[in-house]
């Protein structure tokens, strides 16, 4: 039977997010794995050649990291609904706020990350991509336009969760008072019609593909559906919450063994259309097991690992490591390769790789040289590289990311109690949690 809602909505079990914080971290550090290696890899090991043998070496060939990108904005939408379902957001004067704090969450990573790529964009994009990247960047409009995406590639994402947080306000001050059934209904016309969608896309080539992968209108149906999760779960906890998390979890280990094994019988075109629709298909998986992991009452291994310390202070810094990875990586290949920002240093397209989003774009080898010339020593040196983005991603974290946010917080609280009247009472909206919604997400550039 469908809850009964007071008249506003509002309503609550109280969520535990600690194990959100080790999602994000994990589903970041996959991001950077899938974006080093694909660009690592001297060569494919392609099925039925003399490549093959390579892929004893190479584990990761085949690693699905696009579904990480559903689940970021699965988890922001639900996150956002365990922290602000209740507050007031149904104008533009509630709303501000709100949306000043993700402004103070993301702009300054998102600004230090612009700088530090001006080098690559200059190195590696045409004048017509440098010239469309540096008024769309500045502006976070790349997920709209579908183009100027060259300066740090990866920041499209940004740009597709401002998208969701300018939306949030409205949808939230909607979604919250319909009845249990409409909520259930929304979600699944919304994750059968994304799998759909790709599913129907699947044989299209990049770019083309990348209007499914990128332009926000596709993805703010994600991020509506862990909204929609979020509700569901602060009105009804998950039954059981333990088994449905490990399940949930053995359902995405499953689809990233399977991924392998299709890119290994049968090559990179299967890979990249298993990760297309992966990502949309699993959509009600990632909503599930997010609602079971903050239902009070779960336990098993999957939540204390996810919730353990180690993990929790990875998520943390999850958002400064997936915008600088790219470009720390290109600074370390060149800084290996022994030659700097010249026409030599800029990397070729080369097409016997055999690593392709689609039929015929190939994936630039950016970071060839991090191996030395030498690739014998297979996944194991690249643990460097990833150590390396891991430093450089907690200093911008302590340096940045937290000192800039905690100033830029003050300021705007600051400017909401000037405005307020004199008989007003300041603002409280929703304090602590709301600090630590973010994105990391990722995925191809």
């Given at each position: 039977m469908a809850q009964s809602l007071p008249k506003n909505g509002k309503?609550?079990?109280?969520?535990?997010?600690?194990?959100?914080?080790?999602?994000?971290?994990?589903?970041?550090?996959?991001?950077?794995?899938?974006?080093?290696?694909?660009?690592?890899?001297?060569?494919?090991p392609v099925a039925g050649t003399a490549t093959a043998a390579a892929a004893q070496r190479y584990p990761l060939v085949g690693l699905e990291?696009?579904?990480?990108?559903?689940?970021?904005?699965?988890?922001?939408?639900?996150?956002?609904?365990?922290?602000?379902?209740?507050?007031?957001?149904a104008t533009w004067r509630e709303r501000r706020g709100f949306l000043w704090k993700r402004v103070s969450r993301l702009a300054p990573i998102?600004?230090?990350?612009?700088?530090?790529?001006?080098?690559?964009?200059?190195?590696?994009?045409?004048?017509?991509?440098?010239?469309?990247?540096?008024?769309?960047?500045?502006?976070?409009?790349?997920?709209i336009t579908m183009i100027g995406?060259?300066?740090?590639?990866?920041?499209?994402?940004?740009?597709?969760?401002?998208?969701?947080?300018?939306?949030?306000?409205?949808?939230?001050?909607?979604?919250?008072?319909?009845?249990?059934?409409?909520?259930?209904k929304l979600a699944v016309v919304l994750c059968t019609g994304s799998?759909?969608?790709?599913?129907?896309?699947?044989g299209a080539d990049w770019p083309l593909a990348g209007v499914l992968h990128i332009w926000a209108p596709f993805r703010l149906p994600q991020f509506v559906v862990g909204?929609?999760?979020?509700?569901?779960?602060?009105?009804?906890?998950?039954?059981?919450?333990?088994?449905?998390?490990?399940?949930?979890?053995?359902?995405?280990?499953?689809?990233?063994?399977?991924?392998?094994?299709?890119?290994?019988?049968?090559?990179?075109?299967?890979?990249?259309?298993?990760?297309l629709v992966a990502e949309f298909a699993l959509l009600p998986v990632h909503a599930l097991w997010l609602a079971a992991l903050a239902t009070p009452g779960c336990a098993g291994a999957t939540r204390a690992v996810l919730a353990s310390r180690p993990l929790r202070l990875l998520g943390s810094v999850s958002y400064a490591l997936y915008c600088l990875h790219l470009p720390t990586l290109n600074f370390l290949a060149w800084a290996i390769a022994g030659h700097g920002l010249?026409?030599?240093?800029?990397?070729?397209?080369?097409?016997?790789?055999?690593i392709k989003m689609g039929r015929t774009s190939s994936i630039t080898g950016w970071f060839a040289d991090l191996g030395g010339g030498d690739h014998a020593g297979g996944v194991s040196s690249l643990w460097p590289a990833v150590s390396t983005c891991l430093v450089v991603a907690v200093a911008a974290f302590l340096l940045v990311e937290e000192?800039?946010?905690?100033?830029?917080n003050a300021w705007g609280a600051q400017q909401r109690q000037q405005r307020l009247p004199p008989t007003s009472a300041p603002d409280t909206i929703t304090a602590g949690r709301e600090d630590e919604v973010l994105l990391i997400t990722a995925v191809n550039t």
């Open positions: 309503s609550g079990v109280r969520l535990s997010l600690d194990a959100q914080d080790g999602v994000r971290g994990v589903a970041a550090l996959i991001v950077v794995f899938g974006h080093l290696f694909t660009m690592w890899l001297p060569v494919w990291y696009f579904s990480p990108v559903s689940l970021f904005f699965v988890i922001s939408g639900f996150t956002l609904v365990a922290v602000y379902g209740d507050a007031e957001l998102y600004y230090l990350s612009l700088l530090v790529s001006i080098a690559p964009m200059v190195a590696y994009e045409t004048t017509f991509s440098i010239a469309t990247s540096i008024p769309i960047s500045l502006l976070w409009v790349q997920a995406n060259s300066w740090n590639g990866v920041l499209w994402t940004v740009s597709a969760f401002a998208v969701c947080y300018v939306a949030f306000g409205p949808l939230v001050t909607r979604l919250r008072v319909l009845p249990d059934p409409a909520l259930w799998t759909l969608l790709a599913s129907v896309w699947i909204m929609c999760a979020g509700l569901l779960s602060r009105r009804h906890p998950v039954c059981r919450p333990t088994l449905v998390a490990e399940a949930c979890s053995a359902v995405l280990l499953g689809s990233m063994v399977a991924c392998g094994l299709v890119t290994h019988a049968y090559g990179p075109g299967a890979w990249f259309r298993y990760m010249t026409a030599s240093a800029v990397p070729q397209h080369d097409r016997d790789r055999h000192p800039s946010r905690s100033a830029l």
